[in-house]
């Protein structure tokens, strides 16, 4: 199934709605890229994810409170909100019995996370069925909401009716660049200014748990305009390993919000965002699949005003089964970029 167009039925409604057809790459491939690619891949090998024995592993304080820490805090010095979303998806899995799994969660960040102090999870048995049970949960610091979640778990159940869309057709992870790789080979261009060279390195010295691979990096950086539509490989850093579908779940909601709302900027390389957060995240778990493995994420924006932008998500498994999809909007206040720091 990997390989084949984006359905028909699927058409966006971007700036540009001739390309339903995926797969361009810029070439970027040359000896040194490969090196770099190998030391990056030693790096992360053999590692268990710092996402399983960090970020996701929630302290328990009381019967249905928790307590979680951060990892990597964005520039913003806001926290991230997958962490967020990540974190209290794994509260509310930890009340549940084993034989229900994740199938949608629906959440609204309410205030910025702080990220001088832990976040607390206070999670509500809201419902137990013979199918499906729900969870509430607020994360919570300095005694106020940053998180309000709903979670619903599902008893796997056979149906007949079983139908998806085919993955977009797209270079394979192997050859394309991790970000850092990208941010490592724009440092090597000898005429880059000192400020863009100092911001670069900064990004290069953050811990993100997470591995990206952009399909086309000219639209992922915005470089040139480009339909409000992006693909790119991830998954968690480290090893996970089989067997905890719930923890499998909450990987990827974290990763899932890391890079979906710039998908609506895109079309837009001339406006830079001065405030951008996102509002709201549902998701929704359609099948088994490994979150440290690669995995596509097909993004696009339907819609863009009122300074928010929409943004839809979907998790391809390598295997071109749909893992995941997940839906997201976002407050954009943007300003234009000045004329002085164009590249
Ligand atoms: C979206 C919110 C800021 C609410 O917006 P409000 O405008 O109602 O909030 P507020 O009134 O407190 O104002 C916040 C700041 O915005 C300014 N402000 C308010 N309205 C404005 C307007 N119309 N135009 C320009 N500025 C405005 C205020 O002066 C204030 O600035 P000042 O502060 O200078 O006084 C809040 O709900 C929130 O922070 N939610 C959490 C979002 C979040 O953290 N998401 C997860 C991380 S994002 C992520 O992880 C994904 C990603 O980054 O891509």
Redesign the pocket.
């Known amino acids: 199934m990997a390989g084949g167009e984006v359905g028909d039925s699927r058409s966006t409604s971007g700036l540009t709605p001739n390309s339903g057809h995926v797969g361009v790459t810029e070439p970027q491939k040359s000896l040194e890229d490969e090196n770099l690619k190998t030391l990056a891949s030693q790096d992360t090998q053999d590692l268990k994810s710092v996402l399983v024995t960090s970020v996701l592993n929630l302290e328990k304080l009381d019967v249905d409170l928790y307590r979680g820490t951060h990892h990597w805090v964005?520039r913003?010095q806001?926290?991230?909100?997958?962490q967020i979303i990540g974190q209290a998806l794994v509260a509310a899995a930890k009340s549940v019995s084993d034989n229900f799994y994740a199938h949608s969660l629906h959440c609204y960040?309410?205030?910025?996370?702080d990220p001088k102090v832990p976040v607390l999870y206070q999670v509500d048995r809201t419902r137990d069925g013979r199918s499906f049970t729900v969870r509430s949960v607020k994360a919570v610091q300095h005694g106020q909401p940053i998180l309000i979640c709903q979670a619903s778990f599902q008893k796997l159940q056979p149906s007949p009716l079983e139908h998806q869309f085919t993955m977009p057709s797209v270079p394979p992870p192997e050859d394309l660049l991790t970000v850092e790789e990208l941010i490592r080979l724009h440092l090597s261009k000898p005429d880059l200014a000192e400020d863009a060279k100092k911001g670069l390195n900064k990004l290069l010295a953050n811990e993100v748990p997470i591995e990206i691979k952009p399909v086309s990096p000219a639209h992922f950086y915005r470089f040139t305009p480009s339909e409000p539509r992006r693909l790119f490989w991830g998954r968690a850093r480290g090893y996970i390993g089989e067997g905890n579908m719930k923890l499998h779940c909450c990987v990827a909601a974290y990763v899932s919000?890391f890079a979906l709302?710039g998908t609506a900027m895109q079309p837009y390389p001339n406006y830079r965002a001065q405030?951008?957060?996102?509002?709201d995240h549902a998701m929704w778990f359609h099948s088994t699949f490994c979150s440290d493995e690669w995995m596509l994420y097909e993004c696009e924006s339907s819609w863009a005003g009122s300074s928010r932008g929409l943004v839809q998500g979907r998790i391809w498994r390598r295997d071109g089964v749909l893992a995941a999809s997940c839906s997201q909007e976002?407050?954009l206040?943007v300003k234009p970029v000045p004329e002085s720091s164009k590249l």
């Open positions: 964005p913003t806001r926290l991230f909100g997958g960040f309410v205030r910025a996370g919000d709302l405030f951008a957060a996102s509002l976002g407050l206040r």
